[in-house]
């Protein structure tokens, strides 16, 4: 099972794959935790030259092919190999990121990018995608704070505006995949409506029920 996060810059998604992923330990799944971008030794380097740097300018064309780089290390060498042992894999942005980044954020033929961004995965679809929806406004109250701000945090307003949209789209032409979560809402009641959404859908998650009745 393959559960993948998206949604704006601090939307909770990473916050929201740890609890998760704390729960799940706690009734004795086999589960592990990754992101994207910058998994492995490739995946950092790449990270470091999408992110790291303010005083570089990098073509949306050779960023899509840089974040599709580091989508087809990871998949390689940890998500397939995870997904084999018959372990959970819960990944904070995979695909559906570089659709709404490089796409819409950017200005790319979607369709190119899709092709590409898909191509990278290798074959690996998620199970199911968890889109955690914030309004622009709070996801740049919540990073203003952020220590470790990076290029693509410090777009405007407007692309931040572009990327929310598009993720959007993305949910009403899948939503068999994409489920809508309101990151507004606190942190445990996030987490309750992914759990909600789990238990619902997959009989294996029927042991999440107990945390409900805490
Ligand atoms: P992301 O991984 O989507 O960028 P994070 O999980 O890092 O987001 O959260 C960004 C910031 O917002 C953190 O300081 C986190 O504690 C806070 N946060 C996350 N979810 C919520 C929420 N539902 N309500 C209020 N603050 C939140
Ligand atoms: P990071 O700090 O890891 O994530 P977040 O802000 O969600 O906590 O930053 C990753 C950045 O990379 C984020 O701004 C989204 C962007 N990104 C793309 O533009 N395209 C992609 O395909 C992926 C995976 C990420």
């Known amino acids: 099972m393959f559960i993948t996060f998206e949604g704006i810059e601090g939307s909770g998604k990473s916050t929201q794959v740890d609890l ?8 004795h799944f086999d589960v592990v935790s990754t992101r994207e971008p910058g998994w492995g030794r490739v995946g950092s380097l ?7 740097y303010d005083d570089i300018e990098i073509e949306p064309i050779a960023e899509l092919a840089l974040f599709c780089a580091d989508r087809a290390q990871h998949v390689q060498e940890f998500i397939r190999p995870k997904l084999s042992e018959g372990k959970i894999v819960l990944c904070d942005r995979f695909y559906d990121s570089t659709i709404a980044y490089q796409g819409y954020g950017r200005g790319l033929d979607p369709e190119m990018v899709k092709k590409l961004g898909f191509s990278a995965a290798l074959g690996v679809i998620p199970t199911i995608t968890f889109l955690i ?27 931040h505006n572009r990327v929310r949209k598009s993720y959007l789209s993305l949910y009403k032409n899948q939503s068999n995949r994409i489920f809508l979560i309101d990151g507004e809402k606190s942190i445990n009641d996030v987490q309750s409506e992914i759990r909600k959404v789990l238990k619902n859908r997959f009989s294996i998650f029927k042991r999440l029920e107990k945390f409900d009745k805490l």
């Open 20 to 27: 998760l992923k704390n729960t799940l330990e706690k009734i």
């Open 46 to 52: 790449i990270r470091k030259i999408i992110l790291d």
């Open 133 to 159: 929806d914030i309004s622009v406004n709070t996801a740049l109250s919540r990073i203003i704070e952020r220590p470790g701000r990076n290029r693509i945090d410090d777009e405007s307003f407007e692309f």
